[in-house]
Each structure stands twice: as structure tokens, then as C-alpha cells.
């Protein structure tokens, strides 16, 4: 049954100047993006309540607020606000150590950080809106376009409902799409930021899998947006953002590619390698139960392996169709090899593997969740781009057999 929440908290209210903001660490010194002590501490604080987060379906405050304090919400938040304008390899690390002790936890994370870079694609006026007052503001998206927005004096009025809105929860933003028409012409995708306390959430998220993740559904009621809170989506996709110059918010968006969902992925089946590799220390062993074992180390670490270089492609800015194309695959590849190691982890574990106490069975309810997500299927991402960059400098199309009978390929 779905719930319905009021989404009370105020707004983000009127922006002081960015000048006086900067984030200081609690030495009191200049720090933006990922701390190292701070995301240790969340990696400590997301594992000893990963339990209490899949019973209960929500992430501890003490959770959110460790996410809040490691520097992911400002990770790709630009500079002028106090942001990082982070790497892609720095974001990528952290979401993987927090997976290994919290996937909702790292899953979280990583959205957060993403939706903030999709919200850099705002005007300036937007950018102050939502990071003026903080560069920590929680932001989340709902990128499946969904509802209408009719144009307003000033602005837009938003309606409708937009589903898997991950982390809503505890968001100050929701950057959400739908299709608006400009000046009569016909309709375009657009985002819009919505302030918390403008939208309200539908309790829909029953997963068995990344229980904590809190994705469920936002909506919104003839909501106005002022035009410097909105932006026309193809700004995203060809990765153009007017109003900053920074590299991380100048990123076409096949080429992040699943980055955003995979990474928590296998972070998480590295906690399930070690979980498994934990149960089955004081266990008698099959030769079988090590292939197995081994087996699954490898794909891990291959998995890994893929999405640092997805990551290290975007911080070097080489967006040719073929690097494209290839974080695509490595992404979808990687999903694959991460379902299929930890349901064999959890296969050799046995029967206590199983249990309702043991992490195993945890991750492996996440990351079979989390690779099922319709960016990392090869049907809608990577099977479009990326054999045309292996026939590159190759005849492509079918057998045909000549005029005598040969095949001619």
C-alpha cells in the first residue's frame, strides 16, 4: 500500500553570495568533495547499521548525515559554492569502499552526487539557488520524463508523478523531467528543480533488494518553477552546461554511461566476496567451493577493473563514440559479472549463507537488484553502440553469396 508524506522541511530560501561560502573540515581547514577521515568514518558507520537499514527499509539519520560530512552531496558542486568539482576516479573510490558495507548506503551516495552534476546544467541564478545557502544540499532526480509543465509567467507549473526518485527521503532537491513546449513549438524533455517542501513522496519502494534505498515516488501538484530552476534535458545528454566551464559538468551523458549504478554494485560484491570468503574460512572445503571461490574473486576484480577505467576515461575527457561506446559495455559487462559471482558466493557458502543474519545474503540480494537496473541491460545501452566500434574498418551487413556461388562476406 502506498503512503503518502508531506514533504514539510522549508526550502533552501534565498541565497547569500557565493563568496562567503567554503567548507571547512573540523580543523577548521578549506576542504571540498571526498574527505578521506570523513569516509572512513561513513564506511564504519554505513556497516555497523546495514542490517538495521534492510529491516527497517531507511537509512539511519547517523548514515545520512556521515554521507553528508564525506562530501558527496558537493562532490561535483562547482567550486564558487564551496564544491569539489570533483573527479570521476575520486567519487568512483568512495562509492566503492562504501559498498562494501552498505550498498543502500553507497547507492545513496553515488546518486547524490550525480544528481548534483545534473543540476549544474541550471542557470547561474539555479546554481545559486540550490548550493547558495550549502554546497552539502541533497540532491536526487527522476530522469524518466513523466507528467507535463505548461509555461507560466516567470516560469513553468509542474504536475505529475515520477517513480524510482532514489534517496527522496532526506532530498532538499528533486531535479525532475518532463516534457515542455517552448514558444508553441512541440514539446521537449526539461528538468526541473523542485525545493523540499514543494513535492510530496508516495511510499512505493517494496523491494527485496536495496531496501534502504528509499526509491519511491515523488510527486508533484501544479507546482511553479521559476525558469532559473529549469533546463532543456539536451543540455545533459550533449553534455553543454552554460553556466559553468568546470570538466566534470561538461560530460556528455553516454559517457558516464551506468558509472552512476554500477560502481555501488561492485563495491557491494566485494562485501560479498568478503563475507563469503569469512563464512567459508572455518568451513570444510570441496575443491568445488574453491573453483567457485576463485572463480568469483576473479570476476570481482575484473568487474572493478572496468569501472575504474570508465572513470578514469571521464576524468581524461576523451569522449570519442568509441571510449563512449566502451564505458557503456564495460558497465553492462560489469553488472553481468557481479550477478553471477555473488549468487555463486552464495551457492558455496550453503545453507548458513542463506541466513537472515548473514551479510552474504544481503549483498546478494543487492547487487542481483542492482544489475537488473534498465541502465545496465545491454539491450538498452551497449548493445546500440558498441558494435558498430568493432566493425569499425569492417564490412558490416549480412553473408550475401556472389554470382558463383561464393559467399561473399
Not at 164 to 172: N, T
Not at 320 to 345: G, H, I, K, S
Amino acid at each position: 500500500m502506498s503512503v503518502v508524506s508531506e514533504v514539510t522541511t522549508p526550502g533552501a530560501g534565498p541565497s547569500p553570495s557565493a563568496l562567503d561560502h567554503t567548507a571547512l573540515d573540523s580543523a577548521g581547514n578549506n576542504s571540498a568533495g571526498l574527505d578521506s577521515a570523513a569516509l572512513a568514518r561513513a564506511v564504519q558507520i554505513a556497516a555497523r547499521h546495514a542490517a538495521e537499514a534492510d529491516a527497517t527499509g531507511r537509512l539511519a539519520p547517523q548514515v545520512v548525515e556521515a554521507l553528508r560530512e564525506a562530501g558527496f552531496a558537493r562532490h561535483f558542486v562547482g567550486a564558487r559554492w564551496g564544491g569539489a568539482e570533483g573527479t570521476f576516479t575520486d567519487l568512483t573510490a568512495g562509492v566503492l569502499a562504501l559498498g562494501r558495507a552498505c550498498a543502500s548506503a553507497a547507492w545513496t551516495a553515488s546518486l547524490s552526487a550525480y544528481s548534483s552534476r545534473y543540476a549544474s546544467h541550471l542557470p547561474e541564478e539555479g546554481h545559486a539557488a540550490l548550493w547558495g545557502p550549502t554546497p552539502d544540499a541533497f540532491v536526487v532526480a527522476g530522469l524518466v520524463p513523466g507528467g507535463s509543465a505548461e509555461a507560466a509567467d516567470g516560469g513553468w507549473r509542474l504536475s505529475g508523478s515520477w517513480g524510482y526518485v532514489s534517496g527522496v527521503e532526506f532530498a532538499d532537491w528533486a531535479l525532475l523531467c518532463a516534457p515542455a513546449s517552448v514558444s508553441g513549438a512541440d514539446p521537449e524533455p526539461y528538468f526541473f528543480a523542485l525545493a523540499r517542501g514543494s513535492f510530496k513522496i508516495l511510499e512505493t519502494w517494496d523491494s527485496v533488494g536495496m531496501r534502504a534505498t528509499g526509491s519511491h515516488t515523488v510527486v508533484a501538484d501544479d507546482v511553479f518553477v521559476p525558469a532559473h530552476l529549469a533546463f532543456p534535458r539536451s543540455h545533459m545528454i550533449t553534455g553543454v552546461s552554460p553556466a559553468s566551464s568546470a570538466a566534470c559538468h561538461n560530460v556528455p551523458f553516454q559517457a558516464v554511461g551506468g558509472l552512476t549504478f554500477i560502481a555501488p554494485a561492485v563495491g557491494a560484491a566485494e562485501g560479498a566476496l568478503a563475507a563469503a570468503s569469512a563464512a567459508l574460512a572455518g568451513k570444510r572445503r570441496t575443491p568445488g567451493t574453491d573453483i567457485e571461490l576463485v572463480r568469483a574473486s576473479g570476476q570481482v576484480d575484473v568487474s572493478r577493473h572496468l569501472v575504474e577505467q570508465n572513470a578514469a576515461m571521464l576524468d581524461a575527457a576523451t569522449f570519442t563514440p568509441a571510449l563512449m561506446a566502451r564505458n557503456e559495455r564495460n558497465a553492462v559487462f560489469a553488472a553481468e559479472l557481479v550477478a553471477q559471482a555473488v549468487a555463486a558466493l552464495a551457492t558455496a557458502a550453503g545453507t548458513s549463507g542463506y541466513s537472515e543474519s548473514a551479510p552474504l545474503q544481503r549483498f546478494w540480494r543487492d547487487v542481483t537488484v542492482m544489475s537488473s537496473h534498465i541502465a545496465l541491460r545491454y539491450e538498452t545501452a551497449a548493445v546500440r553502440t558498441y558494435p558498430p566500434v568493432l566493425f569499425a574498418g569492417h564490412r558490416e551487413g549480412t553473408q550475401r553469396r556472389n554470382t558463383t556461388g561464393n559467399e561473399d562476406n
